[in-house]
């Protein structure tokens, strides 16, 4: 989607620090980083949240976190742990509608949450 800012950095029109793209899957850092690891890894495909996941999108979503794990060994801190947060509408924050999992770590978290 053209007005969409995680379509375009996919697509390379917009700059980011790119950390792992494949043909179905995208992460890279975020803008407004919360701790020393806070990576988005996104769907190329344009789905706006959760509410808009369709059955056949079941097994893009596992992929999501194969390679979330995969990001959090390449950035060291698979052993210390970190967070995976998926925000979905207004209550919960999300600012950008195109599907996204936080991955955030490199330090203690709080919790709970809320
Ligand atoms: P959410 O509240 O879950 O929709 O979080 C959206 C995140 O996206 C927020 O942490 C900031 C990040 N973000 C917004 N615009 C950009 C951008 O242009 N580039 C990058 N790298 N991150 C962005």
Same mark, same amino acid.
């Given at each position: 989607m053209s007005n969409c800012i995680f379509c375009? &950095? &996919?697509l390379g029109k917009s700059p980011s620090h790119m950390l792992y793209q494949d043909e179905r899957v995208s992460a !890279?850092?975020?803008i407004h980083p919360v701790a020393p690891t806070h990576v988005l890894v996104v769907p190329n495909q344009? &789905? +706006?949240s959760v509410n808009d996941l369709a059955r056949e999108d079941e +097994? /893009?979503?596992g992929y999501l976190f194969t390679v979330a794990h995969q990001v959090a060994r390449q950035e060291g801190i698979d052993g210390t742990g970190y967070r995976l947060i998926i925000n979905t509408g207004p209550h919960s924050g999300q600012v950008v !509608?195109? /599907?996204h999992l936080h991955l955030i770590g490199g330090q203690r978290m709080r919790f709970p949450m809320g």
């Open positions: 375009q &950095i &996919i !890279f850092r975020d344009h &789905i +706006a +097994a /893009l979503v !509608f195109h /599907l």
